[in-house]
DNA sequence: GAGTGGTCTAGACCACGGT
DNA sequence: CCGTGGTCTAGACCACTCC
């Protein structure tokens, strides 16, 4: 199956943007729909999301430019992104399933979880790795009564939330993370091949679904020097 | 002069969506189109902003319907909920305004706010303490051209955005952050009263404006044993 | 006036979900 | 099978910026 066009030219115009100056001008729509072949609104569709994602600035009457915020990064895109970025990256982005068990959560996950003290839920071990090299350790609790049978098999080749959806018709909405500044203990650096002491990022995930309960908690660790968190801020102009 | 089209359809969508049950079905875009009488593509582009805006969710082969969570996006997350948050917690949040000159940016600074060679920005240092203990040490750059003479007492007792606002006219909309794990060294220790080495978190903030133009960057340090970042994610449910 | 991005049309075919 | 959203085309005119 063939990706759809616009993502060939993000995929494409990513590349070049990456060896560009800051604020240094892209071609007009007009020259681009003529390098690629395809339509305006093609081109369009491509321009919006890497606007959307900070990569460049439009400006009516001017051009579209090389967004500077992108630059000199050694990875970029938050943690759902991640695989994506990396891909766009020219890297292989891999995830290895570590294990899947039925735990008996420890209070702190199970309040997060909204399970009474008898609930048992999964506990999901991910590695995520940029070129084999790893990049994030991650521990992710789901609730039992939510998702039952729920295997390891499952999750070959799919992401957790595909699977989520189709097996289970559980839609994810919204998400809430925490990120803090550890320092790697001596575990935590032999999962990130780092050294011990080593800053690193660690994020709490809660996501929810769209009856506001808690389908997912995840614990993930990151390594700092390979690894930036991004988000957009959405200013309340009323403020 | 008439507003676009997709922007008329977005704001009558937007008051049946509040009107309407959560999950509940939208018209079909074929129906949509012919209601308003426009064409399909700017059905899409209005759909996609309530999508975005996290109103709406789409499902392939299935249709449109009303998100649970009506949510206007306001600025909860990063690190402006700083003083709110302690605020909450029963503590006393202050800012420290620090110091405030017209400086000749480095290269890096002014590639991110798009300033020519000769142009200069203030730099604006602020400490951020709690219970009158350091936790975010910043250093704001504003370019002069869109902020002249800006003085440290138009910032006494007031918000650097309501300043902004009210005295410059000049509205952000959106922000990027990007945060990073680092080691401190000496004097960043120093500024934040914590030993050198500590873990910590660095965020790059870029404010842009409606026309995507960058109105300030922020470089910012907050203790990893005593900040927390937080943010929230959408999801994106075609994924 | 020439070139840019912004908006818009009226079609088309594809991929997916359910009957 | 049909209806849904997803992708795509080949045009058009408008609004803005700069010369």
Redesign the interface.
């Known amino acids: 199956m063939q990706k759809p066009l616009y993502q060939q030219v993000i995929f494409n115009l990513e590349q070049q943007i990456k060896k560009m100056e ?2 240094a001008k892209l071609p007009s729509e007009r020259q681009l729909l003529a390098k690629y072949g395809v339509s305006r ?1 093609t081109i369009r569709i491509a321009l919006q999301n890497l ?2 994602r ?1 990569l460049i ?4 009457g001017k051009g579209t430019f090389v967004s ?2 992108y ?1 000199n ?1 050694p990875n970029i895109g ?1 943690i ?1 992104s991640f695989s994506e970025e990396a891909k766009k990256a020219g890297k292989k982005a891999t995830t290895k399933n570590c294990s899947l068990e039925l735990v008996q959560p420890s209070e702190r996950i199970a309040k997060q979880l909204n399970l009474e003290p008898c609930q048992q839920a999964y506990r999901l071990i991910r590695l995520r790795l940029v070129d084999n090299q790893p990049r994030i350790y991650s521990k992710t609790y789901l609730p039992e009564k939510l998702f039952p049978n729920l295997h390891l098999s499952d999750l070959e080749n799919k ?1 957790l ?2 699977v989520l959806r189709e097996k289970y018709g559980q ?13 790697l203990n001596e575990a935590e650096s032999s999962f990130l091949d780092e050294k011990v ?5 660690k994020i709490y ?1 809660k ?1 929810i679904d ?3 309960l808690p389908i997912e908690f995840t614990v993930s660790l ?1 390594r ?1 020097d390979k ?11 009323t ?1």
């Open positions: 800051a604020n609104n606007e959307e900070g600035y439009r400006l009516h500077s915020i630059l990064r938050g759902y992401t939330y595909g839609l994810s909405v919204l998400a809430f993370e925490d990120v803090q500044a550890v320092s002491g080593s800053p690193s990022l995930r996501t769209d009856k506001n990151a700092g690894f930036i968190y991004r988000s957009k801020q959405y200013n309340d102009l403020k």
